[in-house]
């Protein structure tokens, strides 16, 4: 009789130990909130030469303005792969497809340069003013 209450006490032990919660800063390990076991998820904050393509195909914010000679970083923490066309005459050179990480775009000369992502089209869009 003895030998059940251990055995069903450490039963009891072993299956409460199993179990996952949402302690801590990034919650459970099971990397449904884009962090998982412990880590981050990616953050970017948006403006003063950065802009963040978020979940939804969206550039955020849609419009930045830089001094002339200055960079612009494009920061993807969607996960979902975009690029950055630009579509306006004497623009730099375009942004290939990438689904994470940052791309930094120096913008020598002042104008005002349209640009989308071709994968999502032109609600994915955006614009450069460059003084």
Partial sequence: MHIF?????????????????????YGGGNGSN????GTPPPTCVPGSG???L???????????????????TFNNISGTTHNVTFTTAGAPTNV??????TKVVVFPT??????????????????VVVQ
């Fill in 50 to 52: 950065t802009v963040c």
């Fill in 110 to 127: 002042a104008g005002t340069y349209d640009y989308h992502c071709t994968i999502h089209g032109l609600s994915m869009s955006g614009v």
């Fill in 54 to 72: 978020v979940s939804g195909n969206q550039f955020n914010p849609s419009q930045i303005s830089v001094a002339a000679g200055t960079s612009i």
């Fill in 34 to 37: 884009g962090g998982g076991n």
């Fill in 5 to 25: 209450k251990v055995v069903s006490l450490a039963s009891v032990i072993l299956i409460g130990g199993c179990g996952s919660s949402a302690t801590g800063p």
């Fill in 96 to 101: 290939p497809d990438f689904s994470s990480g």
